[in-house]
Nanobody, 114 residues
């Protein structure tokens, strides 16, 4: 089973940028559709962006044009470049396969505030 370790979260001002990273363990990494998910306080976890093994992507409407998901199959890594951050992007961000498994990492906290 693939397991995930996320990093890169921070406190950033509105309009700022962050790049999240996720390293996965396990084999056959390249066959999985991977995703970034987030959970804000008091809200359900939601999908932010997905990427296939071949690099096709799909973004949530709320992040289109601002966030970019990418992956490096050789490094078993998936990334999320986040630009033009808004306070409503504040959440704990996780990576997982799609559809998500029960093997969630600890996540990485992103706080957007002035």
């Amino acid at each position: 089973q693939v397991q995930f370790v996320e990093s890169g979260g921070d406190l950033v001002q509105p309009g700022g940028s962050l790049r999240l990273s996720c390293v996965a363990s396990g084999s056959s990494f390249s066959i999985y559709v991977l995703g970034w998910y987030r959970q804000a306080p008091g809200k359900q976890r939601e999908v932010v962006a997905l990427i296939s093994g071949g690099g096709m992507t799909r973004d949530a409407d709320s992040v289109k044009g601002r966030f970019t998901i990418s992956r490096d199959n050789a490094e078993n890594a998936v990334y999320l470049q986040m630009n033009s951050l808004k306070p409503e992007d504040t959440a704990v961000y996780y990576c997982n396969v799609d559809p998500p498994s029960n093997s969630w990492g600890q996540g990485t906290q992103v706080t957007v505030s002035s």
